[in-house]
């Protein structure tokens, strides 16, 4: 899982979208992804190399 190394904003960039949606709204058996399939909500990939490169010491 990513969320311990990332956080909230570099994965929405990944994303493509302006925010992730909130842990506290997060079921533990994952059904908030379904909901949010159903709704037609969709990501879009954004290059985000530059942002989390300048972010993470190589």
Same mark, same amino acid.
């Given at each position: 899982?990513?969320?311990?190394?990332?956080?909230?904003?570099?994965?929405?960039?990944?994303?493509?979208? #302006?925010?992730?949606? #909130?842990?506290?709204?997060?079921? #533990?058996?994952?059904?908030?992804?379904?909901?949010? %399939?159903?709704?037609?909500?969709?990501?879009?990939?954004?290059?985000?190399?530059?942002?989390? %490169?300048?972010?993470? #010491?190589?």
């Amino acid at each position: 899982m990513l969320s311990g190394v990332l956080d909230e904003a570099d994965i929405a960039c990944l994303a493509g979208v #302006p925010h992730t949606f #909130p842990a506290v709204a997060r079921d #533990p058996r994952g059904r908030w992804r379904q909901v949010l %399939a159903d709704s037609g909500a969709q990501s879009r990939s954004g290059d985000c190399a530059g942002r989390l %490169a300048s972010r993470t #010491p190589l």
